[in-house]
């Protein structure tokens, strides 16, 4: 009797260590699953990152051009002549085909 109980207490002991490594093992296979979509949001996130430090950029060079055509009148004249064809009286603009 006391032999079924020894056999009964290896086997109950052997089912709960299966048990426990198949926990372990699929805990690891879910941390390194979680490893792999961490690494791929903080290549996304970086991407992301550059992609706000350029546009931010853009937007501060924007910004300051507007500023410029807004409070410095000379360089406005410049910019609606050159752009637009503009011209003051009495002027003649010749135009020449580029090639």
Do not use: C, W
Request: net charge positive; no cysteine.
């Amino acid at each position: 009797m006391e032999n079924k109980v020894v056999i009964f207490h290896q086997t109950l002991i052997a089912v709960l260590a299966t048990v426990l490594l198949g926990i372990l093992i699929s805990l690891g296979v879910l941390l390194f699953q979680t490893n792999r979509e961490l690494q791929v949001l903080q290549a996304r996130q970086a991407e992301y990152r550059q992609t706000l430090l350029e546009k931010s950029a853009n937007y501060q060079a924007r910004h300051a051009y507007l500023k410029k055509m807004l409070t410095d009148v000379d360089f406005f004249e410049k910019v609606v002549r050159e752009r637009l064809g503009y011209s003051r009286e009495n002027e003649v603009i010749f135009r020449f085909p580029e090639d």
